[in-house]
């Protein structure tokens, strides 16, 4: 009883704390307003009309927003290729738009490792982006490496589901 | 050393010993034992019920888990000595032990408790060690280690960790725990609880702080935490990823990864989040920087050459030169505490990852595990243990072997994930 008390005492001190960073470097543009959860985009497409946002909308190539790779594989593949297109040129015609590109990886391996290769992939996706036209200051590439799994059993279905590159929208 | 060298070399594997854990997070098994086991009898102290849990059988626990001696039962001797006076010798002789360790608990008018401590060779009938320590009631299990390590370093000639902690992360459900405890598992301590990942604790050198990697603001965020009060402070936020934390031995520094500039690079940064300077160029991946024990020297992970692989480079980032040439994906190195030899851990035929160690001058490399899913490994600040984690039964434990890969014990908890582990710094 008393490690949880302990431990909840710890984790108000913590949240008391958190606002006081000591470093005042400005924010990164999409920080803490991108999607948390996969889930995120049906469940506000629900919420807004379809027709008047081409991102939600399930028939528009922009509701796509995941690209998978091989074992151990960074390049974006030819398949993906339309779809980061159609983001790019959303992005140049929405120069008000940001995107958070959040690189993956399965399982296994070192976790500071897939972060890197995690970063990556994301960067794959940035690249392509950037050779459409797209502005650095409109996307960051970040990585959760392989600590958001998407699928979670422990076999070749779930890990290449998790290898995977996620285009979220500034506000999703 | 040289009393060891007399004793009878036996090897004695040991069925699983798991210890009591009703006030553990951590629960550990011993499934092998060194060769050479050192025959000692640790009889319960006079007085130690007022101490609960007492001192002797911490003691024997903390000896017995580190494989490298064999607890002689003292039951039946009467009377049990407390006092070198009251030692017969023969008693202990004929019960095959070589060692005696004895002592006792006394009362003092202010209320604290004066514990006295000797440690007998009984084969040459003298006394090899003496101590007494004078405590709070609260202390019972820190004096236990603290005469742990006096019998340890005595007996083997190397220091004693039984008074370390250990950091490591438990994942339960969608809950994240860094967490705190005693080498043994015991004394178990949240840090810091979230519902997003946390990863890489890193110690710093006195073992005051500990930097991590948290997600909770939705990437990679570097944060340095105080164990004393609490208070935490980021120490890189900056655009990208910030993960990989490692101290500098002098607490000044540490060596970090950053995206900030393109691929994952390793940097220097100020102990208060000042003065952020890159170390490395390459166009690949470069990650897991880890310090020599001089500060001189980084080795880390690249993929520079086509495949990730163990690097060195002096702390100024020249230098550059690749260590291991083995396998197609070797990565988490880290020094160990002597500068002459490394761990981390090796991808072996595609699908399975071993703990390995190498020595620098000879390149000589040795996988010492026989676990399929190994992570993070790291010394013991005497370097005769590693700790990492594993996974048994589809569930994330911790795991420690002794370098020369006899000794090994699985750590683990009731529920949930167990992983990241480092072992902290000895206390001064």
């Not at chain 1, 974006?76 to 290729?81: F, G, H, L, T, W």
């Not at chain 1, 890990?159 to 500034?170: A, F, G, L, M, T």
């Not at chain 2, 004929?94 to 060692?99: F, N």
């Amino acid at each position: 009883m008393k490690k949880v008390l302990f431990s909840a005492l710890l984790v108000s001190l913590l949240a008391a704390c958190a606002g006081q960073d000591v470093k005042d470097q400005p924010k990164a543009a999409v920080e803490d307003r991108t999607a948390t959860q996969a889930g995120a985009d049906a469940k506000s497409a629900g919420q807004q009309s379809v027709t008047a946002n081409p991102l939600k909308d399930p028939s528009n190539i922009l509701s796509k927003r995941s690209v998978y790779y091989d074992l151990d594989k960074s390049d974006v593949k030819a398949e993906y290729k339309p779809m980061v297109d159609a983001h790019s040129k959303y992005l140049t015609s929405h120069k008000d738009a940001k995107v958070a590109v959040q690189g993956n990886t399965d399982e296994r391996g070192s976790r500071e490792y897939n972060i890197a290769l995690g970063n990556r992939r994301a960067d794959s996706v940035k690249n392509m982006m950037n050779a459409y036209g797209v502005s650095n200051s409109q996307i960051e590439t970040v990585s959760f490496g392989e600590e958001k799994p998407r699928a979670t059993c422990q076999e070749e279905s779930c890990w290449k589901e998790n290898r995977r590159s996620d285009i979220v929208y500034q506000g999703e | 050393m040289k009393f060891l060298n007399k004793l009878a070399a036996a090897l004695i594997l040991l069925a699983g010993f798991p210890i009591s854990a009703a006030y553990a997070a951590l629960t550990i098994e011993i499934v092998g034992s060194g060769a050479n086991q050192i025959p000692i009898s640790v009889v319960p102290f006079a007085g130690e019920n007022a101490l609960p849990p007492g001192i002797t059988a911490v003691v024997a626990a903390d000896l017995q888990r580190s494989g490298l001696f064999k607890i002689v039962d003292p039951a039946g001797v009467k009377p049990e000595p407390h006092d070198p006076a009251e030692v017969n010798y023969p008693d202990w002789r004929a019960r095959g032990a070589d060692a005696l360790a004895i002592g006792s608990v006394l009362p003092r008018p202010d209320g604290k408790l004066e514990v006295r401590f000797h440690l007998l060779d009984a084969v040459k009938q003298v006394q090899l060690d003496a101590y007494s320590y004078v405590i709070d009631r609260t202390l019972a299990r820190a004096t236990a280690h603290k005469i742990a390590d006096q019998i340890y370093e005595k007996l083997t000639g190397d220091v004693g960790v039984f008074s370390t902690r250990i950091a490591y992360i438990v994942k339960s459900g969608l809950r994240y725990e860094l967490q705190v405890a005693d080498a043994d598992g015991y004394g178990a301590q949240t840090v810091l609880a979230s519902k997003e990942p946390i990863i890489s604790p890193s110690w710093s050198p006195d073992g005051t702080k500990l930097a991590y990697v948290s997600f909770e603001r939705k990437k990679p965020i570097i944060y340095v935490q105080s164990l004393v009060s609490g208070q935490r402070q980021v120490l890189a936020q900056f655009k990208g990823n910030n993960s990989a934390p490692a101290w500098s031995p002098d607490g000044k520094q540490l060596a970090i990864v950053l995206t900030k500039d393109g691929s994952s690079q390793i940097y220097l940064i100020n102990a208060d989040g000042s003065g952020v300077k890159r170390l490395g160029y390459s166009s690949g991946i470069d990650t897991e920087p880890s310090f020599s024990p001089d500060g001189a020297a980084i080795i880390f992970t690249s993929d520079r050459g086509g495949s990730p692989q163990i690097y060195r480079m002096t702390v100024s980032g020249s230098g550059v030169q690749r260590l291991t040439f083995e396998g197609n994906y070797n990565v988490s190195p880290r020094f160990s505490p002597d500068g002459k030899s490394f761990t981390f851990v090796q991808r072996v035929n595609g699908s399975s990852f071993h703990v390995a160690l190498q020595d620098l001058a000879s390149g000589q490399m040795q996988v010492l595990t026989d676990t399929r899913m190994d992570e993070a490994p790291s010394f013991a600040p005497n370097g005769k243990m590693l700790l990492y984690a594993t996974e048994i039964g589809g569930r994330g434990v911790l795991a420690a072997i002794s370098s020369d890969g006899r000794v090994k014990q699985r750590l683990s908890t009731q529920a949930g994930d167990v992983r990241e582990p480092e072992w902290g710094p000895l206390l001064k």
